[in-house]
Antibody, heavy 121, light 108 residues
Framework: QMQLVESGGGLVKPGGSLRLSCAAS????????MIWIRQAPGKGLEWVSY????????YYADSVKGRFSVSRDNNKKSMDLQLNSLRVEDTARYYC??????????????WGQGTMVTVSS | SYVLTQPPSLSVAPGETATISCGGD??????VHWYQQRPGQAPVLVMV???DRPSGIPDRFSGSNHFNTATLTIARVEVGDEADYYC???????????FGGGTKMTVL
């Protein structure tokens, strides 16, 4: 079964850190970009970060730049997102998704089920 | 930053046709994708590059994109189509993935 599975979410205090992981099974990631998207409770989808197939290009949304860091390991078919200096407004379900190819224009053709991050004192 | 504007909600009766719009500056020059998110589930890709259906998506779903509006059309709406629908594109100006605010479609 082709799927992405996220893990690592949980409850953390403001200013704390978490590391999210996204693992692929039955799915090739080698020639695909990957992104993280989040969805606050009851809200819409918000793009968080992007990493190219070879990790040479990385982008972040302005809201997380300087606090979050993305990485990937194609051998392990996985991607991580390090969340530092967390804020209450970072509370959301975090999804990883695969781009349909190398180019940014490709749609997000596979999504994980998400992992919930709650930032609260 | 590039903004995509969707109506917040839409109600349609079973068997009718639903039309969901996504407005953006010269959006007709860009590739727009659409995602369906049923309650409690992850988003699923339902339309690629304006008007191309991924494998497994019924032909009741169609799309178009002209000038300043992209549109997702669902013909012969079914109860199972009740979901939030999001348009999305990649903005080469800001290097950002942009989502519309989403449209909650209720099937009455």
């Amino acid at each position: 079964q082709m799927q992405l599975v996220e893990s690592g979410g949980g409850l953390v205090k403001p200013g704390g850190s978490l590391r999210l992981s996204c693992a692929a099974s039955g799915l090739d990631l080698t020639y695909h970009y990957m992104i993280w998207i989040r969805q606050a409770p009851g809200k819409g989808l918000e793009w968080v970060s992007y990493i190219s197939h070879n990790s040479k290009s990385i982008y972040y949304a302005d809201s997380v730049k300087g606090r979050f860091s993305v990485s990937r390991d194609n051998n392990k078919k996985s991607m991580d997102l390090q969340l530092n200096s967390l804020r209450v407004e970072d509370t959301a379900r975090y999804y990883c998704a695969r781009g349909g190819g190398l180019d940014h224009y490709f749609a997000l053709d596979v999504w994980g089920q998400g992992t919930m991050v709650t930032v609260s004192s | 930053s590039y903004v995509l504007t969707q109506p917040p909600s839409l109600s349609v009766a079973p068997g009718e046709t639903a039309t969901i719009s996504c407005g953006g500056d010269s959006i007709g020059t860009k590739s727009v994708h659409w995602y369906q998110q049923r309650p409690g589930q992850a988003p699923v890709l339902v339309m690629v590059d304006d008007d191309d259906r991924p494998s497994g998506i019924p032909d009741r779903f169609s799309g178009s994109n002209h000038f300043n509006t992209a549109t997702l059309t669902i013909a012969r709406v079914e109860v199972g189509d009740e979901a939030d629908y999001y348009c999305q594109l990649w903005d080469s100006g800001t290097l950002h993935w942009v989502f519309g605010g989403g449209t909650k479609m209720t099937v009455l």
